[in-house]
C-alpha cells in the first residue's frame, strides 16, 4: 500500500510543454484516449490539479484528438501552466479533478451581495495571480464588482491587495509624477504633450502606457510611429534618469500581474465597474513608483462618464483612495463632448502631436489647450511652484520649443522609428447631410470607425476630423475623412458608417451640449 | 481597389484544423511571427472575427510558438469552430477584431440591474448555441442571473429560449413521465428504482440522465456498473418502445445546446441561481418529450434547498413556468437532512438500488421509502389511478419482483456491463470521536470526500456509510468507510477528514433537526 514514489503511481502522466499562449490562464492538454483517465472523465472545462512530487497547479482542460499536439499518455501544459508548474518535459506528473480556489468563496459571497474584507480581497488577488482562478472565475469576480459595486473601502482593499503582489520601482526621487485619463475620448494624446512639457521643467515623469485594446490608439501605439517604445527595464531607467521622461510602453505585468491578468478578462466583456477602475489605475501607478497624479475625468454624453454628479463621485473615490495610500492626488473634470485633436488613429494622432510641439499654426487647438492645462497643473505640483503659475510655465516651455527639443530627445533616446508611417491610402469622405452647425459628435462611434478601419494595428488608418462641435456645415461638405490600408477594411468601414450613422449631429446653435470643465 | 476576390487579399491566412476541443468555446490560434499580423496587435484573448466568403465566425484567440500546431501563415481553429465555420482545411480566411456580440448589451444591463425581455434572452441564447459568446461572457451572464436574480417572467423567457435553441424528441404517447431531483444529496439514486416501477407499471419513462460533474455520482454513471448507458439515439428509442423505459445517458447536446454549454461554465464556478437551474431542467425535460413531471426537493441543513420558505418559493416558481409551457408538474420536497441510502459512489449506490430491487432485508429502507414515495407520484400521473393509490401500486411492483425483473430487462436491452466493478480495496474507516447520537451528517463534505476518494472516475470509489441520523454510537466506533482505488486518492481523503473533520455531528437525541417531508 505504500509504493508511491518507488514505482510511477498508476496515474503517472509524461508532462510535455504545447507552445500554446493562452494569456495568463492555465491550460491543460489531454489527449481523448488517454489510457489511464478517460477523458471523459473530467469534461472538457473541468478544471485539473496537476501534482509533481507535491508541487500543485490548477488548469483548465481541453482534450486533444491530434498526438502530435499531445500523446495518450503525456500531459500538455500551456506555456504560461507549464513555467507555473517549473518542472521539465518529461517528468512525471499526477492529475485529478480540481477543487475550486478556496478564495472562490469569497467571490460566490460577493455575487449574493456581500462585503469583502481586507483578508478576502488580498486572497482573491493572490490566487488570481497564482494562476488558480480560471478565467471564467475572473470574469465571476469582476462582474459581481461590477454589479452590487464595491463601497469604497472594498476599493481600497482592492487597490491595496493589487499593490501587493507586484513589484515595485523606486526612482530614489522625492517627486515623482505622472497623469492618466481614464479613457474613451478618441485622438486624446495629452501625455505625448504634457510629458515633454513636465520633463522640460525638470520634473520626473516616467510614463509608460498602454496600447490599445478596445480603443483605436493607446499613448503607447502613437508614440510607436515616431520612436521605439518597448525598452528593457534597465535601458528605460537610463532615459529616465539622464532625460527626467520617459514615453514607453508598459509592458505592466510584473509591475501589476493582477490587473493584466483582469484587464485581459474584464476588457473583452465592456465591463464598467469604477471600482475595479480606480483599485487598477492606482495600484499600477504606485507600483512604478508615482508619488503625484494627476487624473483626467472627461464627461460628456458619448464619454465614459456622462454627468458632473457622475465625475464627482468618482473623484471622491479617487481621493479617498489615494489619500490612505499616501498618494498625492488631484483630479480634473474635462470636457469629454468630443473627440480631441484632428486625427484618431496612431500616425494621425501623431501628427497633432508633432503640430503642437512645433507650433504649428494649423495645430488643434483644443489639443494644445487641454495639454497646457493637464502640464500646469502637473508643474504645481512642484512646491516651488505658486499655484495658478503652472499653466504660463507650462506655455513658455511649449512656445519657447523647449517641450519640441524634450520630445525629439526621448525620440531619440529611446531609437527613432525608422519605419515611415503614412496616413492610410484607401479610405473614404464623409460628407454632412444637411446645412447646419455640428451640434454633437459620437466618441463611440468614431473610435469604433477609426478601428473598424484598422487602427491601432494598421498605423495609418483612422479618422480625420474636419469639422468639430459649433462648426457650420453647408449639405455636401466633408466632416471627415476614414483612412484604411486594406480594401477590406475600408469596406467594413463604410458599412459600419451606412448601418450606425456617421457619428455628427447636424442643428442649431441652441442644440450644443455645455461643457463641463472645471480647471 | 476591388481586385477583391481576384487575388488573396493582404490578410489572407491558410485555414487548419487544431484538434483540440475546447468544449463549444471556438478558440483560434495564430502564430506569434504570423508575418501579416503581429500577434500582438490582437494579444491573447482578444476576440477574432474570422470570415471566408461572408461566413463569420467568432473566435478567442490563442497565440502559438509551435509551427508544428500553426505556421506563421495559417490560422488554426479548434474542432468546434472548424465545425461551425464549415471550411476545409487550406481554405483562404480573413480576420479581424471582432466586436462582442450584440447581445453582449442586453448582459451588461442586467449586470446593471435591468430586467430583460423575452427577445432578449432569446437573442442572448441563440448567441450562445451559434458560439459567439467567449466563456467569460458566458460566466457574465450567468453572475448577472444570479446576483441580481431573475424575476418569474424572466425565467419563463430564459427557459423558452433555450427550448426554442435545441432539438425536440417526439415520442408520439399522451404521457410522458419523467422524474428530476435538483441534486446535493449524495447516494439519492432513486431514478435507478422509480423507473423500473413506473415501466412496469406500463407507463413511459424514457429517463435519460447526466453524469456526475460536481457530485460523486450522477445517475448515469451509476447504472453504467450495471449496464452501458451511451446509446445511440435509434437504439434507445427502439428500447423505449419495447419496454417503456430506459436508464440511459443523456448526450444533452443536440436536445438543450445552450443549456449544455452554460452549465459547463456555470458549474465549476459553484453558482446557484435558481432561475437558471429551472431554466436548464425545464427547458430540457421539455425537448426530452416529456409531458408530466416529478421533480424532488430536498431540503435540509446542508443540502441546496436549507429552509422550506426557500423550498416552496422554488416550488411556485417550477410550478409558474411549468404551467405556461404547458407542462403537468408537480414538486415534492423532501428530506434532505443526510444522505440517502448507505453508499455514496457509482458501485456502492448501484449496490444499494440493487438490494431494493432484490427486497433483500440488508437493503437501505430509506431509499426503499422515498423510490416508493416518488414512483407512487409518478404513477398517479395516470389518469386511471385514483389518487392516493400510488405508494401502493408503486410497492406491489418492487415487492412482487416485477421491477427487478423490469431492470434486468433495461440492463439486457441497454447491454449489461461486461466489466465487473468492485468497491475500492483501498480506503479507512472513521470512527466515533464520542458516544451518542448521530445528530448531524454533512452532505457537502460526504460527498467531496467520496470525490477526493476519486468517484465518480473510479467507480468503486466512495463512502460507505454505517450509521445514520439517530443511530446511537460509542466512541470509537465505525462510522462510515472510505473507498478508494489509489493509494494518492486515499491520502487526498485522509487529507480532507483531517483538515475538515469527518462531517459527523455527535451529540444528543434533542438536537437532530427536525425533517420537512411533504409527501
Same mark, same amino acid.
Given at each position: ?15 510535455? /510543454? ?55 499518455? #503525456? ?13 521539465? $518535459? ?66 481600497? %482593499? ?11 520601482? =523606486?526612482?530614489? #526621487? ?29 520634473? +520626473? ?25 518597448? +525598452? ?39 465591463? =464598467? ?40 463621485? +468618482? ?14 492626488? $488631484? ?5 469629454? /463632448? ?29 489639443? /494644445? ?65 444637411? =446645412? ?15 478601428? %473598424? ?20 456645415? #453647408?449639405?455636401?461638405?466633408? +466632416? %471627415? ?22 457619428? %455628427? ?15
Amino acid at each position: 500500500m505504500s509504493t508511491m514514489g518507488e514505482q510511477p503511481t498508476p496515474k503517472g502522466l509524461r508532462l510535455k /510543454r504545447v507552445a500554446i499562449d493562452t494569456y495568463r490562464e492555465n491550460v491543460a492538454y489531454l489527449h481523448r484516449d488517454c489510457a489511464l483517465y478517460r477523458a471523459e472523465g473530467f469534461q472538457a472545462l473541468s478544471k485539473i490539479e496537476i501534482d509533481v512530487d507535491g508541487q500543485r497547479t490548477l488548469a483548465v482542460l481541453n482534450v486533444v484528438d491530434d498526438a502530435a499536439i499531445v500523446g495518450p499518455e #503525456e500531459l500538455g501544459l500551456s506555456e504560461t501552466a507549464f513555467a507555473r508548474l517549473g518542472a521539465s $518535459e518529461g517528468t512525471a506528473v499526477r492529475i485529478s479533478q480540481a477543487e475550486p480556489p478556496v478564495s472562490m468563496d469569497a467571490v460566490r459571497r460577493k455575487i449574493d451581495g456581500d462585503r469583502l474584507t481586507r483578508e478576502e480581497f488580498h486572497a482573491v488577488i493572490q490566487d488570481i495571480v497564482a494562476g488558480r482562478y480560471a478565467k471564467t472565475e475572473m470574469a465571476a469576480f469582476l462582474v459581481a464588482c461590477t454589479q452590487n459595486g464595491l463601497d469604497r473601502d472594498e476599493v481600497l %482593499y482592492l487597490t491595496q491587495a493589487m499593490l501587493k503582489t507586484g513589484e515595485h520601482l =523606486d526612482w530614489h #526621487e522625492r517627486l515623482v509624477a505622472d497623469k492618466h485619463c481614464i479613457g474613451g475620448i478618441p485622438g486624446n494624446r495629452t501625455s505625448m504633450l504634457v510629458v515633454p512639457i513636465v520633463a522640460a521643467h525638470g520634473m +520626473l515623469i516616467p510614463k509608460t502606457s498602454s496600447r490599445a485594446i478596445t480603443s483605436p490608439a493607446g499613448t503607447a501605439d502613437t508614440m510607436e510611429v515616431l520612436a521605439e517604445v518597448e +525598452l528593457p527595464p534597465e535601458r528605460l531607467r537610463e532615459i529616465v534618469q539622464v532625460h527626467r521622461g520617459c514615453l514607453a510602453w508598459g509592458g505592466t505585468a510584473r509591475l501589476a500581474p493582477a490587473d493584466d491578468v483582469l484587464i485581459a478578462v474584464e476588457r473583452p466583456l465592456g465591463l =464598467d465597474s469604477q471600482g475595479q477602475m480606480i483599485a487598477s489605475i492606482l495600484s499600477k501607478k504606485l507600483a512604478a513608483g508615482s508619488t503625484h497624479l494627476l487624473i483626467d475625468i472627461p464627461v460628456g454624453p458619448t464619454a465614459k462618464v456622462r454627468s458632473m454628479r457622475q465625475a464627482l463621485a +468618482l473623484r471622491k473615490l479617487f481621493e479617498f483612495v489615494a489619500d490612505r495610500m499616501d498618494l498625492h492626488l $488631484e483630479v480634473v473634470i474635462t470636457d469629454g /463632448r468630443q473627440p480631441i485633436g484632428r486625427g484618431i488613429g496612431p500616425v494621425l494622432e501623431a501628427r497633432d502631436v508633432m503640430q503642437v510641439l512645433q507650433n504649428d499654426p494649423e495645430a488643434p487647438q483644443d489639443l /494644445r489647450q487641454k495639454a497646457l492645462r493637464l502640464a500646469g497643473r502637473v508643474i504645481e505640483f512642484d512646491p516651488d511652484v505658486r499655484g495658478g503659475q503652472g499653466y504660463a510655465i507650462a506655455r513658455d516651455i511649449l512656445d519657447s520649443g523647449r517641450a519640441l527639443a524634450k520630445m525629439n530627445d526621448l525620440i531619440e533616446a529611446q531609437g527613432r522609428q525608422r519605419h515611415h508611417f503614412a496616413p492610410g491610402e484607401l479610405g473614404f469622405e464623409v460628407r454632412a447631410e444637411r =446645412d447646419g452647425v455640428v451640434v454633437g459628435i459620437d466618441n463611440f462611434l468614431l473610435a469604433r470607425l477609426a478601428r %473598424y478601419a484598422g487602427a491601432p494595428m494598421d498605423k495609418g488608418a483612422g479618422v480625420d476630423l474636419f469639422k468639430k462641435l459649433g462648426d457650420p456645415v #453647408e449639405q455636401g461638405e466633408p +466632416l %471627415y475623412r476614414v483612412h484604411a490600408q486594406f480594401p477590406a477594411d475600408e469596406q467594413f468601414a463604410r458599412r459600419l458608417v451606412a448601418q450606425k450613422g456617421n457619428g %455628427y449631429r447636424i442643428g442649431n446653435d441652441s442644440e450644443i451640449p455645455s461643457a463641463y470643465v472645471e480647471f
